[in-house]
């Protein structure tokens, strides 16, 4: 049985940082990548970062490249993802996910597991 659990979430003053983990069982990396996703109020859920751990290629979304980095410890079978200089619009609650395929062209990510999720607030 695949389990992701996040962990690292809290509340930031603007301008602050945060490192989210992501712990797995069950689960070996593969060509899928693992990635991190953030869901607002009111707001659908969108990718952040994704990491190919086969070959270590990255993917961020434009609202967090340069401030965030996804790293992978393949010993570990887990995700990091080290938030610097964030912002209000970055509060959300941040899911990791495994086996991950995407974005397409629209920006859509097939997702084989999910885990429960870990709640950031920045406030101003």
């Known amino acids: 049985q695949v389990q992701l659990v996040e962990s690292g979430g809290g509340s930031v003053q603007a301008g602050g940082s945060l490192r989210l983990s992501c712990i797995t069982s069950g689960y070996t990396f593969t060509r899928a990548a693992m990635a991190w996703f953030r869901q607002a109020p009111g707001k659908e859920r969108e990718g952040v970062a994704a990491i190919w751990p086969l070959n270590g290629n990255t993917y961020y979304h434009a609202s967090v490249r340069g401030r965030f980095t996804i790293v992978q410890d393949n010993e570990k079978n887990s995700v990091y993802l080290q938030m610097n200089n964030l912002k209000p619009e970055d509060t959300a609650m941040y899911y990791c996910?495994?086996?991950?395929?995407?974005?397409?062209?629209?920006?859509?990510?097939?997702?084989?597991?999910w885990g429960q999720g870990t709640q950031v607030t920045v406030s101003s």
């Open positions: 996910a495994a086996d991950c395929q995407g974005p397409t062209s629209d920006g859509t990510w097939y997702v084989g597991y």
